[in-house]
Structures are given as C-alpha cells and as structure tokens.
C-alpha cells in the first residue's frame, strides 16, 4: 500500500489540490455574483496551489520519461551520442532542481526568521514556498528513478 501512495503520490496530491482550488474558486464566483463581494483569500490560495501543481506536474513528467525533449538532433546521433546526450541532460537537471531545492530551502528559513505574512490570510509565507524544496526534492528522486530505469534498459 505504502508503495503504491509513494509511486502515485504526485497524482493524489495534484488532485487533491485541484479539487480545492476548483471548490474555493467557484465559492469566490458565486459570492461575487450574489453578495457582490469577492473573497480575497481565494485568489492567495489558487495563485499558490497553482505554483504547487506546476512542480508537482513536473515530477510527473519527469516520473514518466514524458518530459519536453528536442530530439531533431538526437534521434540521428549514434548511441555513444545519445548515452552521452542522456548523462548530460541528466546532470544539469539534477544539478538545476538541486540547487532549486537548496536556494528554496534557504528562502523559507529567510521567511521563518523574518516572520513574513500573507496579505489576506495573515498566515506565514512558508507555508506556500516549502513547496519549492520539498517538491524540488521531489523531482530530484523522481529524475534519479527515471536515469536508472534508462540505464536498466539500455534505452538511450
């Protein structure tokens, strides 16, 4: 069971996050219809999640092998071309959601040290940008599992 919620994880999650970002956007549409007020911290909330499912999305594609590739040059190149092609694509992008990861972990220390606030809740900004490392992090395994996958079959 525990593998199953961890190799699905981004799924359950996106979805869960879409669920509400879909519910509390529709209650900010009917309040501003009928009581002709908008709810301001719904739109905190979408903007938020949104970013959330981006980098979930994205360890998806990453999870897959679906991720975007220009492959007009690679698909002529010999195999020796493309292994080498593969471990440097591999590379940057470890070393990019790495150094994401690092940079975003920082980012929330600044937040919780300095005590920043969102403007229609009053909640802490760390709440929404832990998702930067952690969903960085993320990508980070899911672009590890991936390379090996790749390497196991010899598919470059």
Request: net charge neutral; aromatic share 14%.
């Amino acid at each position: 069971m525990a593998k199953k919620i961890f190799d699905n994880f981004e799924e359950i999650l996106g979805s869960l996050i879409l669920m509400v970002m879909a519910v509390i956007t529709f209650a900010n549409v009917i309040t501003r219809y009928f009581i002709m007020r908008a709810l301001a911290f719904t739109e905190e909330i979408t903007i938020n999640f949104f970013v959330w499912l981006v980098m979930l999305g994205t360890a998806i594609a990453f999870k897959k092998g679906s991720n975007l590739s220009m492959t007009l040059l690679y698909d002529f190149l010999p195999k020796k071309g493309r292994k080498a092609c593969f471990i440097l694509g591999t590379a940057l992008s470890l070393v990019f959601f790495g150094l994401l990861a690092w940079l975003g972990y920082i980012e929330v220390m600044d937040e919780i040290d300095l005590n920043v606030t969102t403007e229609s809740l009053d909640i802490p900004v760390y709440y929404y940008t832990i998702a930067l490392p952690v969903f960085s992090v993320l990508i980070f395994v899911r672009i590890v599992q991936a390379a090996l996958a790749t390497i196991r079959r010899n598919e470059y």
